[in-house]
């Protein structure tokens, strides 16, 4: 079947560099993307999203980039605090779909070091 | 705060046990969903409610009781369960099923023993 995987399980930065966290998918019909961020003993909260007719989009500190030629999606922390760390996943769908139709990825855990 | 509270946070039960997880949001939103999420796993869609009617049950095996009584409030009644069920249970909201965004719970921990 069609999954939304991660390229990492783990990932650990410094205090202050850039962190990338990447993610592919393979239903080449989603058109639509998200990031979601979990902290521990919580549940996740949206970060950023993207459409497919977009191959780049830029929030508060966060870029997540597009690549549909190779399916790919990463998402990238700029100057990462320790209040970034937790588990990253991304989700996928058709922009006409329902919530309901959301595939999650398995997620990255991300440490930043000190 | 996202707007949408879950208790108990944590949950021990017996296989025979009966329990029930509580969600309420305050978002004003129509569509309700429970999803299961275990550990290293991505998470699972179970049910999902639009106007506390049941619009998808996503092969949930019927040990899990979905409640919806009314657009703000969602129970999952649990009897017999089996260790394989403990996971975090969030529950999420959204302004209605076609999509908007998922505000999610923080979650309840349910332990089976």
């Known amino acids: 079947g069609e999954s939304v995987g991660l390229h990492l399980p783990t990932l650990s930065v410094q205090e202050g560099d850039n962190s990338i966290i990447n993610c592919a998918y393979s239903?080449?019909?989603?058109?639509?993307f998200i990031w979601y961020k979990q902290e521990s003993g919580k549940g996740p909260q949206f970060i950023i999203d993207i459409r497919s007719n977009m191959d780049k989009r830029q929030g508060q500190r966060v870029t997540v980039l597009l690549n549909k030629t190779v399916k790919h999606l990463s998402l990238q922390i700029a100057a990462t605090q320790p209040g970034d760390s937790a588990v990253y996943f991304c989700a996928e769908k058709l922009s006409s779909g329902s919530a309901r139709q959301l595939t999650f990825g398995s997620g990255t855990q991300l440490t930043v070091l000190p | 705060e996202t707007g949408v509270t879950q208790t108990p946070r944590h949950l021990v039960m017996g296989m025979t046990n009966k329990k029930s997880l509580k969600c309420e949001q305050h978002l004003g939103h129509n569509a309700m969903y429970w999803y299961k999420q275990s550990a290293k796993k991505p998470l699972e869609l179970m049910f999902v409610?639009?106007?506390?009617?049941?619009?998808e049950n996503n092969s949930v095996p019927s040990r899990f009781s979905p409640e919806c009584p009314n657009s703000s409030h969602l129970f999952l009644h649990l009897h017999t369960l089996q260790p394989e069920d403990s996971a975090l249970y969030l529950c999420?909201?959204?302004?209605?099923?076609?999509?908007?965004?998922?505000?999610f719970g923080e979650g309840s921990r349910l332990t089976v023993l």
């Open positions: 999420a909201s959204s302004q209605g099923p076609a999509f908007g965004e998922l505000f």
């Open positions: 409610y639009n106007f506390k009617e049941q619009t």
């Open positions: 239903n080449s019909a989603s058109d639509y």
